[in-house]
């Protein structure tokens, strides 16, 4: 039976619900649904406007035929000389739906953390801002032979849920594994993901995609079809550079095990070129898909890079706090 976690390897190995839920303050002032720049994958997804009451004013405009004239604006009308009306941006319960995986493919890393506690922490992050909103929230959690559903609900107790699969299924994972890769996983909770999100979910799929084939990118496409997906590929900087002076390096899958020399040319370029033509593969799909995508690099910190795919901008003349 494995032992369980030291301290310094919660956060870089492996994770706990602890860990996780400390990571709510970290979501402050973020949302799906905010105002994001052009350049935030989110830009432009979310609210809807209607006439009428809602949540946010959003513009004075002229009277259409068919308005309300409960909600004309007299002392604008009497200025402008025309009928004005007040119009609103009405914020939309938006369902999220995280599909977090788990299996032994993520459980690498050469730098700060796993692929699969970068994915963890991400995860627990949009449950956070998810729950910020006043959304319900549901995750699709996996592994290389099950797949476990925590249905979407607006409560704190369904985020701890949510947060306690994911880390369930994190600690099973270990070096010593008789687990073998179940590259047919992805699909299947994207399978699962279908029969919940029917229509106007936010869809998190936080992978590594591997195994991701013509069956994926078709998935991909019917979840897009009624609902917004994203897609976060998370990824290793060695799939982008094999180091040059890594030394050795022993890789294993189950029961095979090779020990490798980074430092050679002939064993460094042509991993090195298998790596980056994977990610290229991986990202093609994605837009061929039309999903948009994340990338996670397991370098940097989990909170810091989503408040930068997110497009958030610190207020003009103050600097952006330290994570």
Not at 225 to 242: E, G, K, R
Not at 301 to 317: D, T, V
Request: net charge positive; glycine share 10%.
């Amino acid at each position: 039976m494995q032992a369980a976690p030291t301290a310094a390897e919660i956060g870089t190995v492996w994770v706990d619900v602890a860990h996780l839920a400390r990571l709510e303050h970290a979501v402050r002032g973020l949302g799906f649904t905010m105002r994001q720049p052009h350049a935030s994958v989110l830009a432009g997804k979310h609210g809807s406007r209607i006439r009428g009451r809602g949540l946010n004013f959003e513009e004075l405009r002229g009277y259409r035929q068919g308005d309300d004239i409960r909600h004309l604006d007299w002392r604008a009308s009497l200025r402008a000389g025309r009928a004005l009306v007040r119009a609103y941006t009405e914020e939309r319960d938006l369902p999220v739906l995280l599909v977090v995986d788990q299996r032994m493919p993520m459980f690498f890393g050469s730098r700060r953390a796993m692929k699969s506690v970068l994915a963890a922490e991400f995860a627990a992050l949009c449950a956070w801002m998810a729950l910020q909103a006043g959304d319900r929230v549901g995750a699709v959690v996996f592994n290389d032979g099950e797949t476990r559903l925590v249905r979407p609900l607006r409560s704190r107790a369904r985020v701890q849920a949510v947060l306690g699969a994911v880390a369930g299924m994190n600690q099973a994972l270990h070096a010593a594994s008789e687990a073998r890769p179940g590259y047919g996983q992805l699909d299947r909770a994207l399978e699962r993901a279908l029969q919940v999100a029917g229509h106007d979910h936010l869809v998190c799929v936080v992978s590594d995609f591997a195994g991701a084939g013509q069956r994926t990118q078709d998935l991909l496409r019917q979840l897009a079809s009624h609902n917004s997906v994203i897609a976060a590929l998370v990824f290793d900087p060695m799939f982008q550079a094999v180091p040059q002076h890594g030394g050795r390096m022993v890789v294993t899958e189950g029961e095979l095990q090779v020990e490798l020399d980074m430092g050679a040319r002939t064993v460094r370029e042509p991993i090195e070129s298998f790596f980056a033509g994977r990610l290229h593969d991986v990202a093609a799909l994605l837009k061929r898909s039309g999903v948009p995508m994340m990338a996670l690099d397991t370098e940097g910190e989990a909170p810091a890079q989503l408040r930068r795919l997110l497009g958030r901008l610190a207020p003009r003349g103050k600097a952006p706090r330290r994570q």
